[in-house]
């Protein structure tokens, strides 16, 4: 039942982008960060929907052609530019294991690629609130079924995500559902009725229960620093405050003596053997970069050629569990200042925005948005530095939509400087330091 379900869905998404390529770029999202076929325990489980709505979204960009944008170029894009061709190329002049490099390339092509080809695509408010509302759904249905659990089974048992996806393991999908629930806030502060307010709320709260109970540390020290810059970059900001401050450490409180055991090991490290594996790691990455500057060793570096050569102790060998360390080991100096500079440019563009939008009330989503892609990125940078997900595709996501919006809002603040001079009034300056630099 649920392979036809799939196929129906499937289907009428096929036929929607067609008809515009907005619900292609939809679509891709949704198969990528959902993966609903995993969902499916028949022929759709393993069928190649991700390949097919990727063609279909490549022939409705030539069939509409003349409805597409201009790319945007800027910081941004250009080092996200570089990078997609950097990362192809480690893989070919000091691989471990030349064979393997392939799989986990496409891979990580295939999302940086897909987030700039949707560029020529996402150009409207409606396009963005879409895509925040896929990716709501698509890790929210992940992250109010694990807090529901959390709470039904005291926090006793993990969290775990779809498999053979970025999210499958606990901390994995502990940090995406982090990474959602800033997106979940901004809807919220855009609704309109007041049952979609308080589903809001609990679908935050549900999602933050579900991060707590995957029993990550690096997921704790995400939730703590996203809640605060959260409120600090929100509206009503009490509101907000009540409900961090009451139900955040009540769901801290409720756990059982396992999670709180495990958080303890934060301040002993030390003498923790998952802690001290994942630092001999980040010392091999370290000296492989050091000897092969300022090319890395390709996407096989998690592996015991690279750990005999380079590791502190090679009888260890483990993937970087870290976001800044894996892209150090795999792509270099380069790849790291690449990987790094991304995100940074959009962080100063989404910074712009907010101070640009400050005072037009007619933007205000905008600034809501721009500073919530903020708070996700900040979750992004605190539980990536112990993960391996370099390649994950939500936070380029929030590339996406903070480059998409600066345009969206630069076309309207020009709007408005035509009818301010229209009107005889001092126009808008859309030359100010909000457009230009990086």
């Known amino acids: 039942m649920r392979d036809l379900i799939?196929?129906?869905?499937?289907?009428?998404?096929?036929?929607?982008?067609?008809?515009?390529?907005?619900?292609?770029?939809?679509?891709?999202?949704?198969?990528?960060?959902?993966?609903?076929?995993?969902?499916?325990?028949?022929?759709?489980?393993?069928?190649?929907?991700?390949?097919?709505?990727?063609?279909?979204?490549?022939?409705?960009?030539?069939?509409?052609?003349?409805?597409?944008?201009?790319?945007?170029?800027?910081?941004?894009?250009?080092?996200?530019?570089i990078w997609i061709l950097w990362i192809g190329v480690s893989p070919l002049i000091h691989s471990f294991y030349p064979e393997r490099e392939f799989a986990p390339w496409s891979r990580a092509f295939k999302v940086v690629l897909m987030v700039l080809v949707s560029m020529l695509v996402v150009q409207r408010r409606r396009d963005l609130d879409w895509l925040a509302l896929v990716l709501v759904i698509s890790i929210g249905y992940y992250g109010l079924k694990g807090g529901l659990f959390t709470i039904m089974t005291g926090?006793?048992?993990?969290?775990?995500?779809?498999?053979?996806?970025?999210?499958?393991?606990?901390?994995?999908?502990?940090?995406?559902?982090?990474?959602?629930?800033?997106?979940?806030?901004?809807?919220?502060?855009?609704?309109?009725?007041?049952?979609?307010?308080?589903?809001?709320?609990?679908?935050?709260?549900?999602?933050?229960?579900?991060?707590?109970?995957?029993?990550?540390?690096?997921?704790?020290?995400?939730?703590?620093?996203?809640s605060f810059f959260m409120w600090l970059k929100s509206r009503n900001k009490l509101p907000l405050a009540l409900v961090v401050l009451v139900a955040l450490p009540l769901i801290f409180v409720f756990m059982p003596d396992s999670w709180t055991d495990r958080m303890e090991t934060i301040k002993t490290y030390d003498q923790d053997g998952?802690?001290?594996?994942?630092?001999?790691?980040?010392?091999?990455?370290?000296?492989?970069?050091?000897?092969?500057?300022?090319?890395?060793?390709?996407?096989?570096?998690?592996?015991?050629?690279?750990?005999?050569?380079?590791?502190?102790?090679?009888?260890?060998?483990?993937?970087?569990?870290?976001?800044?360390?894996?892209?150090?080991?795999?792509?270099?100096?380069?790849?790291?200042?690449l990987f790094l500079g991304i995100f940074f440019l959009t962080w100063r563009r989404a910074t712009k925005l907010i101070r640009a939008t400050k005072n037009v009330p007619e933007l205000q989503w905008a600034r809501d948005l721009a500073a919530m892609c903020q708070v996700g990125l900040i979750g992004y940078a605190t539980g990536g530095a112990f993960l391996s997900l370099v390649y994950f595709d939500m936070p380029y996501y929030l590339v996406l939509m903070v480059v998409a919006l600066d345009r969206i809002v630069a076309r309207e603040m020009e709007a408005r400087s035509k009818a301010a001079v229209a009107a005889g009034a001092r126009p808008v300056n859309v030359h100010s330091p909000y457009w230009g630099g990086t």
């Open 6 to 81: 799939m196929l129906a869905l499937f289907s009428l998404l096929i036929w929607k982008t067609m008809k515009e390529p907005i619900w292609g770029v939809l679509g891709w999202v949704w198969m990528g960060v959902m993966n609903p076929h995993r969902l499916a325990y028949g022929w759709a489980h393993d069928a190649p929907w991700s390949m097919v709505i990727a063609l279909a979204l490549f022939l409705s960009l030539i069939v509409h052609r003349d409805k597409l944008t201009r790319f945007p170029v800027n910081g941004v894009t250009v080092l996200l530019l």
């Open 155 to 226: 926090g006793a048992a993990r969290v775990w995500g779809p498999e053979g996806s970025f999210i499958e393991d606990n901390n994995s999908l502990a940090l995406a559902t982090i990474m959602t629930v800033p997106l979940i806030r901004y809807l919220q502060l855009q609704a309109t009725k007041r049952w979609q307010r308080h589903l809001a709320v609990v679908a935050m709260l549900l999602c933050m229960a579900s991060a707590v109970g995957s029993q990550s540390r690096g997921a704790f020290l995400a939730i703590l620093a996203m």
């Open 274 to 337: 998952s802690a001290m594996g994942r630092i001999n790691a980040w010392q091999t990455a370290w000296r492989l970069a050091v000897d092969l500057f300022p090319l890395g060793g390709g996407f096989t570096v998690p592996g015991p050629a690279a750990f005999a050569k380079y590791a502190p102790d090679p009888t260890i060998p483990l993937t970087a569990h870290s976001i800044y360390f894996q892209a150090l080991g795999e792509h270099g100096f380069m790849g790291l200042f």
